[in-house]
């Protein structure tokens, strides 16, 4: 009987911390993250200020949890994907296209909050170097030749290019199909790494195949319409 009360309770916290997470996600992105207080977040729970900060301390750490929920999924899908192909490029691309796919549609939001002057640098610094740690382990499991030296200018490149199209996108700057924009970015990126035409296409097919048949839950209707359809990158030009 106890045992059975403990999971009902359990149930019951995990409910209500998710259902303050999306009202305070939802009014973040009405509002502003600035704007958005304590007090405001409570109510649009429908629950009492004590029971919301029993969750959170404070509203950062709030706005942590929120990325950490997006964000978390994705990768432990990403983990069982990949593990379907060999190392390398296809790995490399199964995290990429999926990582890609989900901030340029349910977490648009979540991008556009970046993109205002009112989240605090903290944060932002610790989800880029979340988003490093992320991408470093990848690299270093799948292009183990890299040196230390070179790895940080791959990743920095590597995040630069896709963090200024994702802040684009979500301005409305580049059009709005989102697996237009992460195919394209996914093969730019590959190609910056020296692989010829045939890899980047083995490892894209395998990304999408990931994404199309292993049934990606995290960016709604588009990634199963959309992936079936591929679009190639112009090629960089040699000077």
Same mark, same amino acid.
């Given at each position: 009987?106890?045992?059975?009360?403990?999971?009902?309770?359990?149930?019951?916290?995990?409910?209500?911390?998710?259902?303050?997470?999306?009202?305070?996600?939802?009014?973040?992105?009405?509002?502003?993250?600035?704007?958005?207080?304590?007090? +405001?977040?409570?109510?649009?729970?429908?629950?009492?200020?004590?029971?919301?900060?029993?969750?959170?301390?404070?509203?950062?750490?709030?706005?942590?949890?929120?990325?950490?929920?997006?964000?978390?999924?994705?990768?432990?899908?990403?983990?069982?994907?990949?593990s379907a192909v060999p190392h390398g490029p296809s790995r490399l691309a199964i995290s990429?296209?999926?990582?890609?796919?989900?901030?340029?549609?349910? +977490?648009?939001?979540?991008?556009?909050?970046?993109?205002?002057?009112?989240?605090?640098?903290?944060?932002?610094?610790?989800?880029?170097?979340?988003?490093?740690?992320?991408?470093?382990?990848?690299?270093?499991?799948?292009?183990?030749?890299?040196?230390?030296?070179?790895?940080?200018?791959?990743?920095?490149?590597?995040?630069?290019?896709?963090r200024r199209c994702a802040e684009r996108f979500a301005r409305g700057e580049l059009g709005s199909d989102p697996v237009v924009v992460a195919e394209f970015l996914?093969?730019?990126?590959?190609?910056?790494?020296?692989? +010829?035409?045939?890899?980047?296409?083995?490892?894209?097919?395998?990304?999408?195949?990931?994404?199309?048949?292993?049934?990606?839950?995290?960016?709604?209707?588009?990634?199963?319409?959309?992936?079936?359809?591929?679009?190639?990158?112009?090629?960089?030009?040699?000077?």
């Amino acid at each position: 009987m106890v045992y059975r009360q403990n999971q009902r309770s359990e149930r019951v916290r995990e409910a209500s911390r998710h259902r303050i997470l999306a009202a305070a996600r939802k009014l973040f992105a009405r509002r502003g993250y600035a704007a958005a207080t304590m007090r +405001d977040i409570a109510k649009a729970a429908n629950t009492s200020i004590g029971n919301l900060y029993f969750y959170f301390g404070h509203k950062d750490e709030l706005m942590g949890a929120i990325l950490a929920e997006g964000r978390e999924p994705v990768w432990a899908w990403v983990d069982e994907a990949a593990s379907a192909v060999p190392h390398g490029p296809s790995r490399l691309a199964i995290s990429a296209y999926a990582n890609l796919l989900r901030l340029l549609t349910i +977490d648009r939001d979540l991008m556009r909050l970046f993109l205002t002057e009112g989240l605090p640098a903290s944060l932002t610094q610790r989800a880029v170097e979340e988003h490093l740690g992320n991408l470093r382990a990848i690299f270093k499991e799948n292009f183990p030749e890299y040196s230390p030296e070179d790895l940080e200018l791959v990743l920095s490149t590597w995040s630069g290019a896709s963090r200024r199209c994702a802040e684009r996108f979500a301005r409305g700057e580049l059009g709005s199909d989102p697996v237009v924009v992460a195919e394209f970015l996914v093969r730019w990126n590959l190609r910056g790494l020296g692989l +010829d035409e045939s890899e980047i296409e083995a490892a894209m097919a395998a990304a999408i195949r990931a994404v199309r048949e292993g049934g990606f839950p995290f960016a709604g209707e588009v990634t199963l319409s959309g992936a079936k359809r591929r679009k190639s990158s112009p090629s960089p030009r040699s000077g």
